[in-house]
């Protein structure tokens, strides 16, 4: 099985309001991936966890606050949000070998977020 | 820092024919993964390839590493209109750790 869920699979929220994105991996693996994708463009990672602790902050803003709960599960939670951070996130998870750059990471769903 | 090119950009194509895309890194490749995605949705893993002159089939989907390892091809025989959809390359960013950087994708459309 190589499934990431990803919930809720669209979201809509104003400016002032405080969401957060769920995501979870039963596959044992110990990375997880956040990465944000606008429209007719590649994939740009947000944030990188391993073994539960934030290895990589590709200098996003504070407005997004990652957190790993347990090595199943990433949260992405979201205060004051604005118009231009509407796109689709997705969560990715993989092993976490020492070789990683060869490690095969599985996408989720994405959540379809939309700021008013 | 690493930079894929992806070509074409796009490409419509009659049912049954074959088709390449093609991608370039600026670097040595460490790992270069294949996804298909439709619009709006999660990416599919397609193959991995590692080794210089690898290739990996999967259906009817090759893909390959050239010798020097910048540069792999994803060939599809007889496409379907099931083939249509984004490909993007991906590659392992050593300075991103495991994380993963990404051409700007091939919209491919299979036409009937």
């Known amino acids: 099985d190589t499934e990431v869920t990803q919930t809720p699979k669209h979201l809509v929220m104003g400016m002032t309001n405080k969401k957060s994105l769920k995501c979870e991996q039963h596959?044992?693996?110990?990375?997880m991936y956040w990465y944000k994708q606008k429209a007719k463009k590649p994939p740009e990672l947000m944030f990188v966890?391993?073994?539960?602790?934030?290895?990589i902050n590709e200098s996003v803003p504070s407005r997004f606050s990652p957190e790993c709960p347990n090595s199943s599960l990433l949260n992405l939670h979201l205060h004051a949000l604005q118009p231009e951070d509407s796109a689709l996130y997705l969560c990715?998870?993989?092993?976490?070998?020492?070789?990683?750059?060869?490690?095969?990471?599985?996408f989720g769903p994405g959540t379809r977020l939309t700021v008013l | 820092s690493q930079e894929l090119e992806q070509s074409p950009q796009s490409l419509i194509v009659q049912e049954g024919k074959n088709l390449t895309i093609n991608c370039t890194s600026s670097?040595?490749?460490?790992?270069l993964y294949w996804y298909k995605q439709k619009y709006g949705e999660g990416l599919i893993f397609l193959m991995m390839?590692?080794?210089?002159?690898e290739e990996k089939s999967h259906e009817k989907i090759t893909a390959k590493l050239d010798e020097k390892k910048q540069q792999s091809s994803l060939h599809i025989t007889a496409s379907q209109p099931s083939h249509a959809g984004i490909y993007l390359c991906?590659?392992?960013?050593?300075?991103?750790?495991?994380?993963?950087?990404f051409g700007k994708g091939t919209t491919l459309s299979v036409s009937s």
């Open positions: 596959m044992g693996h110990r990375a």
């Open positions: 670097k040595t490749l460490y790992g």
């Open positions: 991906g590659a392992a960013s050593r300075q991103a750790g495991t994380a993963l950087i």
């Open positions: 390839l590692q080794k210089g002159g």
């Open positions: 966890y391993s073994y539960e602790k934030l290895s």
């Open positions: 990715a998870s993989s092993q976490e070998s020492p070789s990683g750059s060869t490690d095969t990471q599985y």
